[in-house]
């Protein structure tokens, strides 16, 4: 039989603002009426699309500061 220990301390959580980062595609994608329009166009795209196209970038890098900055 083992026999299971248990530590006294609980586990510490790491709370940290940069998570906070993570709030902003979702705001910028949260209100359509604000980006719902066909002009500015880039490249022939409606700035509909482009702008979505945009925030996955900006999401994407978004995750790797946080992911960075929490992996410390």
Do not use: D
Request: net charge positive; aromatic share 20%; proline share 7%.
């Amino acid at each position: 039989m083992a026999i299971e220990t248990r530590s006294t301390t609980s586990p510490t959580r790491r709370r940290s603002r940069w998570v906070l980062l993570l709030v902003l595609p979702y705001l910028g994608l949260c209100f359509p009426q604000i980006y719902a329009r066909s002009t500015p166009a880039l490249w022939g795209f409606p700035f509909f699309y482009w702008y979505q196209f945009a925030w996955v970038i900006a999401a994407s890098i978004l995750l790797a500061v946080v992911y960075k900055k929490l992996k410390n």
